[in-house]
């Protein structure tokens, strides 16, 4: 009595590791198809040479969806079992010499439905899968079969399965084309950020954390936080030290995945070649990601903070941002976010550079408002 329930409680465990393993290789092995191009990226990422990138890429989703077929019927199971095995350990030692390399490629294991950079949460899941493999290519016969158990349901059990399982499959369509909308109306977002940047209109701020633009940044008159960067070649250089020439300081903010931060690049490399303006332009942007475009405009010295050190001291709250530093070392303006905004400031700077060496009249720092921050209609 004991052994009969020990073989049926077995039996159960191999059924039910088989059924997960199918149902994670079939998900697998349609995203693939549904990604080719998505996928054949991801295998040259983790060291496929990019001429045998096109066939694995075929190949693959097609050995995953073998696998998944193959662990439905228990005179299979087995040998579907070892394949699943061996692409698994495929799997983890290639996430394993990218993330020894310093590398984190997306993973795309499931095509579009998971791009996220791999991990030791990938490695997990993978040597979970593998463990459930191995069970099941222990055990003698592979479990029951999963049709024989399915034949043998009576006609109302099957179709509360059929319908389970037409559920799920609609719910993950309509989770994949919500991702897709979501996805898409990023990149459009993006995209009118930097037409907005380019054409002048509006702010096109991209927001990087609480904001409240009419008040941000530190009161005018107040010492203006120090800081010490390095440049792209490695040159340090301090607040005080950039001060020493004795002209007014634009202390602007940028990120390398800013698309409003694109259109104002051309008038910062211009700003800073001008000698007749009567100010210092100092960019400072983020190490991680520093942008290539930077150097192509001729972008030069631009500092380079590890994340948003010193935009943070600043009260930046969103890229482009860009404040005054007058040249006693103390704040001039509230900090102003937007590329047309940004153009104000430097062109009111410039033509009347006694108002940065001015207090505000009125005392109230953060209320301040001061002529070279007036908002001119778009162009």
Known sequence: SDGWVQTKLMDALITTARLILAAVFAVAGTGKLLDRAGTQQAVTSFGVPSRLAPAVARLLPLVELSVAVGLLPAISARGAALGALGLLVVFESAILASLARG??????????????????????????????AAVVLAREGGGGSLLAWLSGMTGAERGMISVAALALGVGAVQG??????MRQHGRLVLRLDAVEARLGMGDGVVPHGPSDHAH????????????????????PATLDELLGAGAPLVLVFLDPDCGACSGLLPDLARWQDDAALPLKLVT???????????????LRPVFLQEG?????AYGVSGWP??????PDGTIGSP????????????????????LAAAPPANGDARAASLPLLARGSPR
């Open 321 to 326: 941002a860009a404040v005054l530093v007058r």
């Open 176 to 181: 994949w084309l919500l991702l897709q909308l």
């Open 335 to 354: 900090v102003v976010m937007g590329a047309e905004a940004i153009r104000h400031l430097v062109a009111h700077v410039g033509a009347a550079p006694e």
């Open 103 to 132: 590398q984190r490629p997306p993973c795309r294991c499931f095509g579009q439905l998971q791009t996220t950079p791999v991990g030791w949460a990938t490695v997990a899941r993978n040597a979970g899968l593998a463990a459930l």
């Open 308 to 312: 948003s050190e010193v935009a943070d």
């Open 284 to 298: 400072v942007s983020r190490r991680d990601g520093t942008s290539r475009a930077y150097a192509a405009h001729g």
């Open 216 to 235: 941000a940044g530190h009161p005018i008159g107040t010492r203006a936080p120090a800081w010490q960067l390095a440049d792209e070649a490695g040159a």
